[in-house]
C-alpha cells in the first residue's frame, strides 16, 4: 500500500490517493482509494467520473505509457509501438469526495494525475524496498532497479 497526497496547481482541489499493489511479474494495482476536497461541488457524480479518469488516465502513465526512440528519431509511431493500460488492468477504485457546502469552489481539473503516480511509486518502495525515481513502472526498469541496487 502506498499513499500520494497533492493540490493541483497549488491554488485549486486536494486529492489524496491510496494504492494496493502486487509485485510479481509485473507491477499490478489491485484497488485505488481517493479522497477529493474542492470545497462547494455542484455536481457530486460529475466530478466523481473526473476523477475516476484522472485516475485512469495516470495509472496507464505509471504503468505503461513511454515514447521510444533510437538515432533516427520516436519509434513509437502507432498505438501497437505506444501502450496504454487496457480495461482489463484497470483495479477497483473508489472515490469520496469531501461534502463542504459552506466553502467556495476550489476547481478540481487534474487533481488525480499527481497522487496517482507517487501512492503507486510509494507502495512499490514499501514492496520491494527502492525507490523508482522514473515512469513508466515496467517491469523491465523495476528490475534494473533491483539489479542496480545489490
Same mark, same amino acid.
Given at each position: 500500500?502506498?499513499?500520494?497526497?497533492?493540490?493541483?496547481?497549488?491554488?485549486?482541489?486536494?486529492?489524496?490517493?491510496?494504492?494496493?499493489?502486487?509485485?510479481? @511479474?509485473?507491477? #499490478?494495482?489491485?484497488?485505488?482509494?481517493?479522497?477529493?476536497?474542492?470545497?462547494?461541488?455542484?455536481?457530486?457524480?460529475?466530478?466523481?467520473? @473526473?476523477?475516476?479518469?484522472?485516475?485512469?488516465?495516470?495509472?496507464?502513465?505509471?504503468?505503461?505509457?513511454?515514447?521510444?526512440?533510437?538515432?533516427?528519431?520516436?519509434?513509437?509511431?502507432?498505438?501497437?509501438?505506444?501502450?496504454?493500460?487496457?480495461?482489463?488492468?484497470?483495479?477497483?477504485?473508489?472515490?469520496?469526495?469531501?461534502?463542504?457546502?459552506?466553502? @467556495?469552489?476550489?476547481?478540481?481539473?487534474?487533481?488525480?494525475?499527481?497522487?496517482?503516480?507517487? !501512492?503507486? !511509486?510509494?507502495?512499490?518502495?514499501?514492496?520491494?524496498?527502492?525507490?523508482?525515481?522514473?515512469?513508466?513502472? #515496467?517491469?523491465?526498469?523495476? #528490475? @534494473?532497479?533491483?539489479?542496480?541496487?545489490?
Amino acid at each position: 500500500m502506498g499513499l500520494g497526497f497533492g493540490r493541483y496547481k497549488n491554488s485549486a482541489g486536494y486529492c489524496a490517493v491510496a494504492a494496493l499493489i502486487r509485485v510479481d @511479474q509485473n507491477v #499490478t494495482v489491485e484497488k485505488v482509494w481517493a479522497v477529493v476536497d474542492v470545497g462547494l461541488v455542484v455536481n457530486p457524480d460529475g466530478l466523481i467520473n @473526473q476523477i475516476e479518469g484522472g485516475i485512469v488516465q495516470s495509472l496507464s502513465w505509471t504503468l505503461k505509457e513511454q515514447v521510444k526512440w533510437d538515432h533516427d528519431g520516436i519509434t513509437s509511431r502507432t498505438w501497437e509501438d505506444y501502450p496504454i493500460i487496457p480495461f482489463s488492468e484497470i483495479p477497483a477504485i473508489e472515490v469520496h469526495v469531501m461534502h463542504r457546502p459552506d466553502c @467556495q469552489s476550489l476547481g478540481s481539473g487534474e487533481v488525480a494525475a499527481g497522487p496517482v503516480p507517487a !501512492a503507486v !511509486a510509494n507502495a512499490l518502495f514499501r514492496a520491494i524496498g527502492i525507490r523508482a525515481r522514473h515512469l513508466p513502472l #515496467t517491469i523491465e526498469r523495476v #528490475t @534494473q532497479l533491483v539489479w542496480d541496487a545489490q
